[in-house]
């Protein structure tokens, strides 16, 4: 490490401290983001995200090393953390904290993207099953339960195993299609509910399309169950990637995703713990971060359980 | 609508999307580029072998035998361990189910009491303190979680075995009680893993659920006629919110399932999830599709059970169940 990445980490400490804090100072304002910052792990989590969400943005800055280079395969295998290499290496002599850095990058992108795809389809499987109700409804609510019947890991270990050399990109859509059965259930259950309110009986009165109904009035009102889900599903799938790369199907090497840098570590788990350790670590940390921001959203925008 | 022919309804569909899930692989596996011959085999043995499982067929008339086979409870032939899948099937299907089924009394056991006490203690500083423990480990991925603990209690404290099921030289059968203490002894660092991490979002369920129970009116009611705050608790509270409870318990076992693959393969523990894993990997066709069906009939058979479970305990759901019963889920 030199003094530029400690300083580097310093500032993107500082950032996300002070980004929270301004947040929260402006939500007090209000009644309802008040209740997001009701709870600390909230405040604590939204902090964590954000710090690693610059260090994916600035993961030069931060790396003392290149992450894939192997620095010395004789002399510097299994190093125990130190002022040189902060948290180890690895045993092709990788640098941990470089990778780690690096991984951010990968595993929070591929979290994110795989989200985005499974809570666009589950919205709009949901919109559509909920509001027009009879057929479509049977149709796409009897694929969902199959969907929800599909056994996944073994469906994605499939996907990866048997077409040899999937292309980055279609892995994380083949995690994202896999993974929006559960929202599409949440949002028809509450669009379901919305449809019958008088505000959008009366914007169909009005002469409002359909399509302009979904959208401008029943999806707002529902924003709850989708922005929940959304946080929860970057987390879930974050695991699921990592959960593939530690099988050695996920993420191919030279590049570091968390997941394969626990892989890469096992081997020598046993005298070199710390290249197994720290990516796990950072795997909880942003999972926990993700159910704790969760935990905020569903209160400040649910009406139901206003305490 | 009647108890029967709801249930028969239930069941009917239940058979359905299990048949509509092995339709499902059965193409996914079928669709994918590359035959299973091991790239060292001579191609003039390979497709023998092809022709011998049938595989130049069409696949619609692959299909077809598959279902006609199935119908007759045959479930084929596995290229890779040359033996019937059934075969395979049942030496490694009990090992998944006494890893599961331990994962499973350790989840509930400690979810629910911890659910339970942290509701009673709302806001006070166990509930605190256990809140941020179970949203921790509530997050941690097994398959970091199982290593740790290898590394911990196997390795470093020699406290556990590091792998395997039983004692290979005492225990290669289990038919003494000597021998059930040795798999009891195997099991609980795999089951521990599997278990801990349920338990931490059971405990974080229940609490919710405790508590919004606790907010209705008749609980309020209870507490104003003076019934003892121990039994508004268990018998009103409790009561009340194990009923969600019920719907989760449906809801575990594709958590089990999935955490049996990784956690199988980390502990060398001979289950149905390392099979899968390793028949996927060698492209051993009728194993995969064969633990495709057994997983996805145990996901459709937890549904069922919660929903049937849920008809007994709560009276409210008897006459609509059949009209909710998607609603519940979800």
């Not at chain 2, 970091?144 to 390795?155: N, R, S, T, Y």
């Amino acid at each position: 490490m030199t003094l530029g990445n400690w300083f580097a980490l310093l500032v993107a400490l500082v950032v996300a401290a002070e980004v929270v804090r301004a947040l929260r100072h402006r939500a007090l304002r209000q009644e309802r983001w008040r209740r997001f910052f009701r709870l600390r792990t909230t405040s604590w989590g939204l902090g964590i995200l954000t710090f690693l969400v610059l260090v994916a943005l600035a993961a030069p800055l931060l790396a003392p090393f290149d992450p894939n280079r192997q620095l010395d395969i004789v002399h510097l295998t299994n190093r125990p953390p130190s002022w040189t290499f902060l948290l180890g290496t690895d045993p092709l002599s990788r640098d941990v904290w470089s990778r780690l850095v690096y991984g951010t990058r990968v595993s929070l992108g591929i979290g994110a993207l795989g989200a985005l795809v499974a809570v666009a389809l589950g919205t709009l499987v949901g919109a559509l099953a909920g509001y027009y109700r009879r057929w479509i409804d049977a149709v796409l609510m009897r694929g969902v339960d199959v969907g929800l019947a599909l056994p996944r890991i073994f469906v994605l270990l499939m996907a990866v195993a048997l077409w040899d050399g999937l292309p980055f990109a279609a892995l994380v859509v083949a995690i994202g299609l896999t993974s929006w059965f559960g929202t599409s259930r949440l949002v028809r259950a509450e669009v379901l509910s919305l449809r019958q309110r008088d505000f959008v009986v009366a914007a169909r009165a009005l002469g409002a399309g359909s399509s302009r109904v979904i959208v401008r009035h029943v999806l707002p009102n529902a924003a709850a169950p989708i922005i929940v889900s959304a946080a929860l599903g970057v987390g879930n799938v974050l695991l699921l990637e990592a959960a593939l790369s530690f099988l050695g199907i996920g993420v191919p090497p030279p590049d570091a995703s968390w997941g394969n840098m626990i892989a890469d570590g096992m081997p020598s788990i046993y005298t070199a713990p710390w290249s197994t350790f720290f990516p796990g670590l950072a795997i909880s940390l942003v999972v926990m971060s993700l159910n704790g921001a969760a935990d905020g959203v569903r209160d400040a925008l649910d009406p139901r359980e206003a305490p | 609508m009647t108890g029967g022919v709801w249930l028969l309804r239930r069941l009917v569909a239940s058979v359905a999307i299990v048949f509509a899930v092995i339709t499902f692989i059965f193409i996914l596996i079928h669709l994918a580029p590359g035959k299973p011959c091991s790239e060292n085999l001579d191609p003039r043995v390979c497709t023998l072998l092809t022709r011998q499982f049938g595989l130049d067929q069409p696949i619609a008339v692959q299909y077809w035998r598959y279902l006609v086979e199935l119908a007759h409870g045959n479930l084929g032939m596995s290229f890779s361990l040359r033996r019937p899948v059934w075969d395979a099937l049942v030496e490694t299907v009990p090992f998944t189910l006494q890893l599961a089924g331990a994962a499973l009394v350790f989840d509930f056991l400690l979810g629910l009491g911890l659910g339970i006490y942290q509701a009673a203690r709302v806001n006070r500083l166990p509930d605190l303190v256990l809140g941020n423990a179970t949203l921790f480990i509530y997050s941690l991925p097994t398959f970091w979680l199982a290593p740790i603990l290898l590394l911990v209690f196997g390795e470093k404290l020699g406290w556990f075995p590091v792998g395997g099921a039983s004692d290979p030289i005492f225990c290669p059968q289990v038919d003494s009680l000597y021998c059930v203490a040795d798999r009891l002894w195997h099991l609980v660092l795999p089951a521990t893993t599997l278990g801990v991490v349920g338990a931490a979002g059971t405990a974080r369920f229940q609490r919710a659920a405790m508590l919004e129970v606790a907010s209705q009116d008749y609980v309020r009611t209870a507490r104003a006629k003076g019934v003892p705050e121990r039994q508004i608790v268990l018998r009103h509270q409790l009561r009340n919110a194990l009923l969600s409870f019920i719907t989760r318990f449906g809801l575990a076992f594709p958590f089990l399932l999935t955490g049996a693959v990784l956690v199988e393969t980390i502990f060398a523990w001979p289950g149905m999830g390392r099979l899968a894993f390793d028949a996927i990997l060698t492209r051993d066709y009728p194993v995969v599709t064969a633990s495709a069906l057994i997983a996805s009939t145990v996901v459709v058979a937890g549904n069922l059970l919660a929903d049937i479970l849920l008809g007994f305990a709560d009276p409210r759901l008897r006459v609509h169940a059949a009209a909710d019963a998607d609603v519940v889920t979800a």
